[in-house]
């Protein structure tokens, strides 16, 4: 039973490469969504969707882009990164909108050079 | 103001203490709440939904207070088990329900 996987677990960048972290689920749900997590400050939502072909914006999308071609996978890209983006990253998902269980992949560390 | 606060701590207990959380959220309109548990470089996990009326799971008791906009979590009888960050969540209801606002969490440590 996997539930949601993320890779990769870690990643080292320079300041302006781009990369995509993975997300995919294999519980049918229709949420899915990706935090980050710096210290002191919380999960902080990036974007989520609500379904294959929905996205939306959270708290803090500037320099993320996401997309939902699929109800499995849900990948987070990165466009030009910055050191500020150094963080662990979490993608999330639940049945239906999170009013519920929220279930977590292992994290991504990602740290900007 | 953040829109959920909690204490980082770390609350320092031994053994078979009784320890308790508080949380407080900003938004009123808030609809659902939960206790998700973190341990170290781990992802969170659901603890315990946060229910009106109170709820209770073994040692854990969580309660809501509407009107302080505060919820709590009770820990009793500690074991060394229970060592690790607890995150308080709320819905406040934003688009449709679709954004939860965590804490930045409680750190336990719990000592023989």
């Known amino acids: 039973n996997a539930g949601v996987t993320q890779t990769p677990k870690f990643q080292v960048l320079k300041t302006g490469q781009s990369m995509t972290l993975q997300c995919a689920q294999d519980?049918?749900?229709?949420?899915m969504s990706w935090y980050r997590q710096d210290p002191g400050m919380g999960l902080r939502l990036i974007h989520y969707?609500?379904?294959?072909?929905?996205?939306d914006q959270g708290e803090v999308p500037n320099g993320y882009n996401v997309s939902r071609s699929t109800t499995e996978d849900f990948p987070l890209r990165l466009l030009s990164a910055a050191p500020s983006q150094t963080s662990v990253y979490f993608c999330?998902?639940?049945?239906?909108?999170?009013?519920?269980?929220?279930?977590f992949g292992e994290g991504s560390r990602l740290t900007v050079l | 103001r953040k829109e959920v606060e909690q204490d980082p701590g770390p609350f320092n207990v031994p053994e078979g203490a009784t320890v308790a959380f508080n949380c407080t959220y900003s938004?009123?309109?808030?609809?659902?709440f939960f206790w998700y548990r973190q341990d170290c470089r781990k992802e969170p996990k659901l603890l315990m939904s946060?229910?009106?009326s109170g709820n209770e799971d073994g040692r854990f008791t969580a309660q809501l207070n509407r009107a302080s906009q505060y919820i709590s979590l009770l820990i009793r009888d500690s074991k060394l088990s229970d060592s690790a960050t607890y995150l308080c969540?709320?819905?406040?209801?934003?688009?449709?329900?679709?954004?939860?606002?965590f804490g930045g969490g409680t750190r336990l440590m719990v000592k023989p």
């Open positions: 519980m049918n749900h229709e949420y």
């Open positions: 999330a998902s639940s049945y239906g909108s999170p009013t519920g269980e929220l279930f």
């Open positions: 938004n009123s309109a808030s609809q659902s």
């Open positions: 946060v229910y009106s």
């Open positions: 969540v709320v819905n406040p209801w934003k688009n449709a329900g679709n954004m939860l606002t």
């Open positions: 969707s609500v379904g294959a072909g929905i996205t």
